[in-house]
């Protein structure tokens, strides 16, 4: 009994990382390929050996001379950072005030806040593109930004987690004298770190990988973003796909360190999600 | 009463000289928009619109043409966004399969009624007549053919001389291609054929089903041809293809790939590809071209995929800033640019043996000609009438994809696909 247990206990771990490994394997593939196809000499871009022959970084140097790669990075940085701190406030006082009050018009105004979820965005593109053409804002970074500061995914991301937080602990604060605001800031922002960092990289990377908005509202190329830029290396005259990689590259760095960043947050927050 | 008519006429004539474009000023600065889908690439068509740019502002020092980059699919919808907005571009490179929009749709003047006569047969003296039909509708020039390409048959040389064929004789009929492709399948582990003729853009079908004397449009533009036996046929014999296995279910890019890879024989696509295929075949085969094959003894008429140049600003002084700048991206000097930096084909066939133009660039690379010869049989890439046209070309187009590689009868999936279709014409 004694000699069967370690045994029992050894086999499916090795069976259930063996199955890790498998899908990790998988999961990096691409990002390897990615930079195999990047570093590879021109003829061997289309050969399907796991190792290039050689290495060149002829791909970045293309890359950079053909597209404003670093003012690209910029501008994309800035309207990420810009669209993920304005969401996370403007989805935090949403949730917090739809979680905590109870207002006539409350339900109907959170449905109603729900609903904008399923307007498709092309509904409501040309009526925003017009409104920041009056307001001569395109080809700036406000045309980016400003029509991205609030949305329903973020409001009811939140409005979850603030809603399964402890009411006790909101009304103990309120005896002890704290404000709506200073409870926000001091009670319920400190024990939300985990979802706000999960909602925070989920906001970011869906603004880093912005596409159709950028291409609407910026004529100008130095002052658009690295989706339109890696977009440029498919071409009607056939793909450029060293260049393309090597963008690609580049463009997924910022992404990578910041999930390194918010990685155990991130993490914590998916296993209380799924322990829930 | 006479000398009544004969002042009305000077009246009238006078009106009709006045209204067209006034010169430029020399001392008045002028900037102008050009929404271009070269400068949307990050590739060989930026350079050379970029340089084909400055060269014009160089030779025009008080016009400022302010070139922006857009994807030709997204060109129209981009366009009527700005529109809206009050900010449309003053000229505009789109396909030709938006000509009838942009015409009847967007309503843009034609250029007779902007440009003097005298002043455009100057400008068309040496340019393919044909060419010029390109932007033409029901007799009036909207748009200014500039970038052009045609049809061609890819050959890898390699695969053919190891299939014991002589690429200096590459097959000359769709049944030739046939026998071509079983011979070197059987003797080498490489696809046959592939024709390039799926996606959004119908121009390459339109070439297939009129050099096997169909149409998709009705000539005078009422209804849909695409029902017809002889377009019907032409669907029909790429469906052969692929039945007898020569032919392999790949997607654009795969098939691209395939072909650049060495594991394809012959392969059906736009010249426009043609400096990227020498450069990424280099070291891998010998790349061959030829004219598009014909169906029996019926000849060819290879359509063009490509744009034209649009004038779509009200402002006469920008029109006549466009107007500038689309001459010289039409002249002599911007073919050469256009077909030795990007690829695609001079519509001044003079210019082509010229050695002050084109002349040495064509004789280092003969590989151009068969694309040059089919200049000669070329037939307009004909737009769907009305606002739906966009629609009715993706149902024509996604119904050649399933009828060419799914099982249902072609004749079935091309007659449905016309029914519905025909119920998007305008009334």
Request: charged share 15%; net charge negative.
């Amino acid at each position: 009994m004694t000699a069967d247990t370690p045994r029992r206990r050894t086999r499916p771990n090795v069976v259930g990382h063996a199955s890790l490994l498998a899908l990790s394997l998988l999961s990096v593939f691409p990002i390897y390929w990615m930079i195999a196809t990047s570093v590879r000499p021109t003829n061997e871009l289309l050969t399907s050996s796991l190792v290039p022959s050689a290495l060149t970084w002829e791909h970045y140097r293309y890359m950079w001379d053909a597209i404003p790669m670093d003012s690209m990075l910029v501008t994309t940085f800035l309207m990420s950072v810009a669209i993920t701190v304005t969401q996370l406030l403007t989805s935090l006082l949403a949730a917090y005030a739809f979680a905590r009050w109870s207002f006539p018009g409350g339900r109907i105004l959170f449905g109603l806040f729900a609903l904008t979820w399923l307007v498709p965005f092309q509904v409501t593109m040309i009526p925003n593109y017009v409104l920041l053409s009056n307001l001569r804002w395109l080809d700036t970074l406000w045309a980016l930004v400003v029509p991205q500061t609030a949305s329903a995914f973020a409001i009811l991301l939140l409005y979850q987690s603030v809603n399964a937080f402890p009411r006790d602990l909101l009304d103990a604060a309120r005896i002890d004298g704290a404000n709506s605001w200073s409870t926000l800031w001091r009670v319920l922002v400190p024990n939300l770190r985990a979802p706000l960092a999960t909602l925070a990289i989920l906001l970011f990377i869906s603004s880093w990988n912005e596409y159709f908005w950028p291409l609407l509202v910026t004529r100008d190329i130095e002052r658009s973003v690295v989706q339109i830029g890696l977009q440029m290396f498919l071409t009607s005259e056939g793909n450029l796909w060293g260049p393309m990689m090597a963008g690609a590259t580049v463009a997924s760095l910022p992404i990578l360190v910041l999930y390194i960043v918010l990685q155990r947050q991130v993490v914590e927050s998916f296993m209380k999600s799924g322990l829930r | 009463m006479r000398v009544l008519t004969l002042l009305a006429t000077l009246f009238l004539s006078t009106a009709i000289a006045q209204s067209y474009l006034p010169p430029l000023d020399p001392n008045e600065d002028i900037t102008i928009t050009f929404y271009n889908y070269n400068l949307a690439s990050a590739g060989l068509g930026a350079q050379g619109t970029q340089r084909l740019i400055d060269e014009f502002m160089e030779a025009n020092p008080n016009v400022t043409v302010e070139g922006v980059g857009v994807s030709s699919d997204q060109m129209i919808s981009r366009i009527q966004a700005d529109v809206v907005a009050g900010r449309a571009p003053d000229v505009a490179q789109i396909v030709f399969d938006d000509l009838d929009f942009l015409a009847n749709g967007l309503g843009i003047t034609p250029l007779e009624e902007l440009v003097a006569p005298e002043e455009l047969a100057a400008h068309y003296e040496g340019f393919n007549p044909r060419g010029l039909e390109l932007g033409r509708l029901d007799g009036s020039t909207y748009g200014l053919a500039y970038t052009f390409s045609t049809p061609v048959l890819w050959i890898n040389e390699d695969l053919f001389r190891a299939a014991g064929l002589d690429p200096d004789a590459p097959p000359t009929t769709w049944a030739a291609v046939q026998a071509a492709a079983q011979t070197i399948q059987d003797a080498t582990d490489a696809y046959g054929v592939y024709v390039s003729v799926f996606g959004q853009f119908d121009w390459m079908f339109q070439s297939l089903v009129l050099s096997n004397s169909g149409r998709v449009l009705s000539e005078d533009r009422s209804e849909l041809t695409f029902d017809t036996p002889e377009a019907i046929g032409a669907v029909q014999m790429l469906r052969d293809l692929r039945d007898a296995g020569l032919k392999p279910d790949l997607g654009f890019n795969e098939a691209l790939e395939a072909f650049l890879t060495g594991n394809l024989a012959m392969y059906v696509q736009t010249s426009a590809v043609q400096s990227y295929l020498l450069s990424a075949s280099q070291g891998v085969f010998e790349l061959g071209a030829a004219k598009l094959p014909a169906f029996g003894d019926k000849p060819v008429q290879p359509t063009n995929s490509g744009s034209a140049l649009f004038i779509l600003t009200d402002d006469p002084m920008k029109q006549r800033a466009a107007w500038e700048l689309m001459k010289f991206a039409t002249s002599e000097r911007g073919y050469t640019i256009i077909t030795t930096e990007i690829g695609y084909l001079p519509l001044r066939p003079a210019i082509v043996r010229d050695p002050a133009y084109l002349g040495d660039w064509v004789a280092a690379n003969p590989i151009v000609e068969p694309n040059l010869a089919q200049l000669e049989n070329l037939s307009p890439w004909v737009p769907f009438p009305g606002p739906n046209y966009k629609q009715m070309a993706l149902l024509m187009m996604a119904a050649v994809e399933e009828a060419v590689f799914g099982d249902a009868p072609v004749a079935d999936v091309m007659l449905d696909a016309h029914e519905r279709a025909s119920a998007l014409m305008p009334r």
